[in-house]
């Protein structure tokens, strides 16, 4: 099988979802038998422009910069990849492009907001340049990298699992924490692939992996509603790590 050329970029993100690369324990030592990686700053690879058959891009989009980089990175991958809710949909920080003003909220945070210089939004790499294959998650799993490299490798285009975290979540037969304890769980509306993770701990899903196909997510709102929850906490609970999403827009 031929080797795979591939980069690991990152724009405006926290490095969680490179650390899927970098945590794949003995798949690590496969994957680079699979691939040559040839630009991952974060594990020593520097090559940003260097032609590649998969590009995966962590973070969104923040600046002028930014805008210019992700143009360049494209016109030299075959393939372009997604990887996280940053990447995917502006993730946390896409919750600044709500402010009527940006000194709304960079006086807030910084003492010296005059250093600043991004755009007005954080932005989805889709809203720029075109994407083969988006991963979602906050962060994105290891297993996600190793099955879709795999299939690519095999010539076969990756499946694009939209079901939603209830289905790992009954599968697991994980004690349901919206019918037991009355929590805003977002499973039903969840894309699934984090295995259920919060509601095995029993805490109650946050959407990390944002929207699943044919999401109700009014009706999961109103749900809430009346489970006691005020509108503005749920409503809330939606924006938090996929506020671009309008699927997840809830009153
Ligand atoms: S998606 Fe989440 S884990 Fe991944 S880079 Fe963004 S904030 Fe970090
Ligand atoms: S705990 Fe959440 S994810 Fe699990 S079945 Fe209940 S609503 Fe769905």
Redesign the pocket.
């Known amino acids: 099988m031929e080797r795979l050329r591939i980069a690991v970029h990152k724009f405006s993100s926290c490095d969680g979802c490179q650390l899927a690369f970098l945590n794949m324990g003995e798949a690590l030592i496969e994957l680079s038998e699979a691939v040559e990686i040839v630009h991952f700053p974060e594990a020593g690879y520097v090559d940003e422009l260097a032609h590649v058959d998969i590009a995966f891009i962590e973070g969104s989009i923040v600046t002028a910069h930014d805008e210019n980089r992700i143009a360049s990175i494209r016109a030299v991958s075959n393939r372009l990849v997604t990887i996280g809710a940053c990447a995917t949909s502006g993730g946390i920080q896409a919750l600044k492009n709500a402010a009527q003003s940006p000194d709304d909220w960079t006086g807030t945070i910084y003492a010296t907001p005059s250093y600043i210089d991004t755009l007005r939004t954080s932005s989805a790499i889709a809203d720029y340049v075109p994407v083969d294959f988006e991963l979602w998650g906050c962060p994105i799993t290891s297993q996600q990298i190793v099955t879709l490299v795999g299939a690519l490798l095999r010539g076969v285009w990756p499946v694009d699992d939209t079901e939603k975290?209830?289905m790992s979540?009954?599968r697991a037969q994980?004690v349901?924490?919206?019918?037991t304890k009355g929590e805003p769980?977002l499973?039903?509306v969840t894309r699934a692939g984090c295995g259920?993770l919060c509601?095995a701990f029993g805490r109650?899903?946050f959407g990390c992996f944002g929207p699943s196909d044919t999401c109700n997510a009014q009706g999961l709102a109103n749900r809430f509603v009346g489970l006691g929850y005020q509108p503005e906490r749920i409503a809330r609970r939606f924006r938090l790590i996929h506020s671009t999403r309008t699927d997840w827009s809830v009153t």
């Open positions: 975290v209830c979540c009954k994980y349901c924490t919206l019918v769980c499973g039903p259920a509601p109650d899903c």
